[in-house]
């Protein structure tokens, strides 16, 4: 199992894949690799409901957050793609 279980709980929960509670690095790592869109799609949902997400800075600062708290679930290459993604997803707000 990973070392962050908090962390592989909200990978599983973005991605819809229970069994990723119990995954290793490489099995989550794989997984956000593979779902890298609809993880995107997820991290910025959560920032659209959140009531401290008022603008496109908050929401910035927010998912910087959130990929700074997956960061141990998250491979250096598919972070820098996710990110990328989760801009272009904001800019189009």
Same mark, same amino acid.
């Given at each position: 199992?990973?070392?962050?279980?908090?962390?592989?709980? /909200?990978?599983?929960?973005?991605?819809?894949?229970?069994?990723?509670?119990?995954?290793?690095?490489?099995?989550?790592?794989?997984?956000?690799?593979?779902?890298?869109?609809?993880?995107?799609? *997820?991290?910025?949902?959560?920032?659209?409901?959140?009531?401290?997400v008022?603008?496109?800075?908050?929401?910035?600062?927010?998912?910087?957050?959130?990929?700074?708290?997956? =960061? *141990?679930?998250?491979?250096?290459?598919?972070g820098?793609?996710? #990110? /990328?993604?989760? /801009?272009? =997803?904001?800019?189009? #707000?």
């Amino acid at each position: 199992m990973a070392s962050n279980p908090e962390a592989l709980a /909200q990978l599983a929960r973005l991605l819809g894949n229970n069994a990723l509670r119990t995954s290793t690095e490489v099995e989550a790592r794989a997984a956000a690799s593979a779902e890298i869109e609809r993880l995107a799609d *997820g991290l910025v949902a959560e920032a659209a409901a959140s009531d401290d997400v008022t603008n496109v800075e908050t929401a910035r600062e927010f998912l910087t957050a959130r990929l700074n708290f997956l =960061k *141990g679930v998250l491979d250096e290459a598919t972070g820098t793609r996710l #990110w /990328q993604l989760i /801009q272009d =997803k904001i800019d189009a #707000w």
